[in-house]
Structures are given as C-alpha cells and as structure tokens.
C-alpha cells in the first residue's frame, strides 16, 4: 500500500525536477496569491483570464500553474478578509469574522501568519488525500456504463443546483439554463445545427472561457467599483501595534490552533469531494463547529484567533480535494474543476478515469507539482504579505481597468476574436443580474461543463433500457443514483416549504400584534 502511493508520487517529482516546471507552478501561486487578495477577483477569474498563456507551456507546467493560482488564490483572499473586513473570495467571509478585529486591535500581522499556516496545513493533507482516492475511486469509475454516468451527472447537476445557492428552486434554474446554453452548437449525433442563427461561429458551441470571463470576472469589476469607496474607508481604519507577539503566533496559540486547524482541514476535504457544497460550506461549517466546542465562545466575533485557523484550513482544503470527482470520474465539482477542464482539453487530456490509464506520467507529474504549490504557498506568503497587503490598498479605479484588459485578452485568444468579446459581454450582462437577483453562476457554469455529456449518456441509456424505466433494476448504482436525486429535491422542497410557511405565520403573527397595540392606543 504504501509502495503504491509513494512511487508514483516518486516518478512524478522526478518527472518535474526542472526550472521551468517549478518555476511555473511558483509563478502561478505567487499570481494566485496577489489576485485572491484583490476583492472581487478570485481564483476561477484569475485562472479563466490566464488559460490563453498555457497554450505554448508542456501539459505538466501549463496545469501546475493553473493549480497553483487556485491554490494561492485561496490562502491569498484571507489577506483582504483580514485587512479590509472584505473576503477576495466569498469562502474567506468566515474568516473576516475574527480576522479583522484582530486588526482593529493592531493584531494583523498575528492574523495574517495563523491564516496562512493553516491554509498551508489544510491545502498539503488535502493534496495528499486526492493522490490516495482518486486512483482507486477511478478504477471503480471504470467500470461504469453510459446508465450510470448520466444518473451520477443528473444527481451531481442537482445536488449543485441545489446546495450552491440560497434557494433550490433558483439553483435549479441555473443549472437548467446551463444545459441549455451547452445545447448551442451541432447537434451531438446527427450533426444538425441548433441555436445557431446562421453563425458559422456557434456551430462548435460557445466557448467556456468567453462565458466563464463574463459572468465571474467582468460582472464582479462592475459590481466591485460601484462599492470602491466603502473599500477604501475600511483600509483606513486599521492600526499596527507595537508589541512583537502582536505580530507572531505564540506557542500557546499553536496549542489552541493545531487540533482546530486538523478538524478544519477534515471538514474541507469531506465537502470538497462533494461535488457543489464548496469552500463557503466548508469554511462556514469548520468556524461553526470551532465555535461551538469552544470553552470560551463569547470570544468568537471579537478576535478569536482560533476562528481564522478553523476557517481558513477547511477553505484551503477543499481546493486539492474538489478535484477528487475531476480526476476519477471526470465531473467537475466546482467552478476552478469546471474551468480547469478546458485546460486539460487543450492539452489533449481527458479528465476522468481513463487519464489515470492514458496519461499515467503526467497524473504522477500534477501530483508532485501539487505538493511543490503547497510549500511554495508557505514561503511566497512568508516572504510577499507585507507586499500582497500593499496589493489589495490599491484604488479599485487602478485595478479594475487592469482586470478588464486581461479579461478582453482571454476572450479575444479563446473565443474566435471579436466574437469571443461579445459573448464575454452578453454573458457579463447575466453574471451581473444573476448576482443581484441570487441565482447561481457556479451552478451554471458546471450545467454548461456537464451538458454535452450529460446529453451524450442520456441517448445512450435510453436505447440500453429499451425504453422501460423498470429496466433500472438491472443498474443497481443509476437505480440508487436516481433515488438520491429524487429524494433531495423532495427533502429541500419540504425544507423550503416549511421555512416559506414559517415566514407567513410570523409575518401574520406580526400584524396580529400591530393591530392590537394599534386598537389599545
């Protein structure tokens, strides 16, 4: 067993022991850092804008520096979270809870320090946990037919659609308008065109990068410097205090912090295997179950520094472990896994579980890579915070134009010119009102990613099942898979009934007690 894990792990660093390889991988982590840090921008923006750059790059070091910005971006939106009480990315809110009142108390650099440790700790046994599942899991994987490829899609699709928002109703929506935008395009067994309109350039489909710049990256500039103000107000109040524990973390704040940092990173790597709960979950469950075992949770809030330990390991743990599905089953279970399969498709990789079989060697190689991006993080954020703090206090008016230019670029080389811009407008035009109104671009994005297989698997099960639904007993794993799909959304739509009917009787309730003290006056 043990044999089986480290020598591949073996052939893949030495597979990577060169200049350009490592350096790539730290150039993506010292990108991903600065970026995470920045409000608004993130790692699926960061890692969309930059795919156009690995086109010249061998497979190993265009992937290791895609990875590596997802890496650091996670561990880098803590420094705004902390500094500005305004998370870089929206799995870092959790963090701002503690976080930036010990900067307000002149605790930054203390701060600062636990939340990369942590982030450091989570993200390597997170990474260490994708090597050891997803090779066993894609073995199983190989055994799977089209009948269960399209139940496992339609339950992930749902089980997405349904955790990834604030209402499943809207979830769903989302992911349903994603599957009809991958529909544009020839039609996938007669070649007929749909949706078209005549444009020799939807005939392959939409692009995902186009869409994917639009709604994330475009939508969030626009919606970020109507708020640059508040921004700046915030990075006015912070202080800087004089005494040296103030900016370290003592022995016995390690003591408090390890065994919470451990439990974190457990939490991060058990929702990130989940495909759609994602790092907020993740982040939000770690602070959550910190808080309520602690002796003392009265100090949560106020600068517990045990509070940034717990959401920033489970935050950082997700990133290695959501790519657990990626590579073993070939579903993307997050937006960074969504985007990242463009990647592997340019390079001619095929994620899922023939890659393990296809393109063992460069398997081995991500996996080195992965774990060089880990302790690349711990010494680029030792070394940068000082200057990545600097970063995020430049005026939105100065970052947001930058962004913006990138962003043309990404969709002009992706995109077929021109008309990749356009689509990164139209698509920026919907990322906006999906923001606003609270649908989910996560679940749309990984509903446009998934559809053109989840229509392939459903053309092909409908003639394996010769028609009869009852023809499910004989694939007992699509059988269980659809069951799981049936029964969430009947449980989330009992959910969402009673908290609906909760909200009427307390709202009649109300007006029930304004009319009586209005009679009694």
Request: proline share 5%; net charge neutral; with cysteine.
């Amino acid at each position: 067993m043990i044999d089986t894990f480290f020598a591949p792990l073996a052939a893949g660093f030495a597979s990577i022991a060169n200049f350009w390889t490592l350096l790539y991988v730290c150039f993506g982590v010292a990108v991903g850092y600065a970026v995470g840090a920045i409000p608004g921008l993130g790692k699926g923006t960061a890692t969309a804008i930059l795919i156009p750059v690995t086109f010249y790059l061998e497979p190993v070091s265009a992937i290791g520096l895609l990875i590596g910005i997802a890496k650091g971006s996670t561990a880098g939106s803590a420094i705004s979270a902390i500094l500005m009480n305004t998370p870089g990315e929206p799995s870092s809110a959790a963090t701002a809870f503690d976080g930036y009142p010990l900067a307000q108390q002149g605790k930054a650099g203390k701060a600062l320090k636990m939340g990369l440790y942590a982030s450091v700790i989570g993200d390597l046994i997170s990474t260490l946990c994708l090597i050891a599942l997803a090779a066993p899991l894609a073995q199983f994987a190989l055994e799977i037919g089209p009948v269960e490829q399209f139940a496992i899609l339609l339950f992930s699709l749902t089980f997405i659609g349904a955790l990834a928002g604030n209402s499943l109703v809207k979830g769903l929506i989302s992911g349903t308008l994603g599957l009809l935008v991958a529909t544009v395009g020839m039609e996938i067994e007669t070649a007929v065109p749909r949706f078209t309109f005549g444009r020799l350039e939807l005939f392959d489909g939409l692009s995902l990068i186009p869409v994917a710049i639009g709604m994330m990256a475009v939508s969030e500039m626009v919606l970020q410097m109507a708020n640059h103000r508040e921004l700046d107000r915030q990075v006015a109040e912070i202080r800087v205090s004089s005494d040296p524990d103030d900016s370290r973390v003592t022995g016995r704040e390690w003591r408090r912090c390890l065994p919470v940092i451990l439990r974190g990173t457990g939490i991060g790597v058990f929702v990130g295997i989940l495909p759609g709960l994602g790092a907020s979950v993740a982040s939000f469950m770690s602070y959550g179950a910190t808080a309520r075992m602690s002796k003392t949770p009265e100090r949560f809030g106020k600068g517990a520094i045990e509070g940034v330990a717990a959401s920033e390991s489970a935050d950082n743990a997700v990133v290695p472990s959501s790519f657990v599905p990626l590579f073993a089953l070939g579903i993307p279970g997050s937006v960074i896994a969504a985007i990242l399969i463009s990647a592997f498709v340019i390079h001619g990789i095929t994620p899922g579980p023939l890659m393990f079989v296809e393109d063992a060697e460069i398997v081995q190689a991500l996996y080195a890579a992965m774990i060089v991006a880990s302790f690349a993080l711990l010494a680029i954020g030792i070394i940068g915070q000082s200057f990545f703090a600097w970063v995020i206090r430049s005026p939105m008016r100065v970052i947001a134009p930058a962004v913006l230019f990138f962003c043309m670029i990404g969709a002009f080389m992706q995109g077929g010119g021109l008309f990749g811009i356009g689509v990164m407008l139209i698509f920026a035009v919907f990322g906006v009102l999906a923001k606003k109104l609270d649908f989910s671009f996560v679940t749309f994005l990984i509903g446009f990613v998934i559809g053109p297989s989840l229509e392939l698997t459903l053309r092909q099960t409908i003639p394996l099942l010769d028609r009869d639904v009852t023809n499910l007993a004989q694939h007992p794993i699509a059988a269980v898979f659809i069951g799981l799909t049936i029964a969430l959304i009947a449980i989330l739509a009992l959910a969402e009934i009673r908290r609906r009917t909760r909200a009427v009787l307390a709202l009649s309730e109300g007006s029930v007690a304004f009319n009586e003290t209005g009679r009694n006056s």
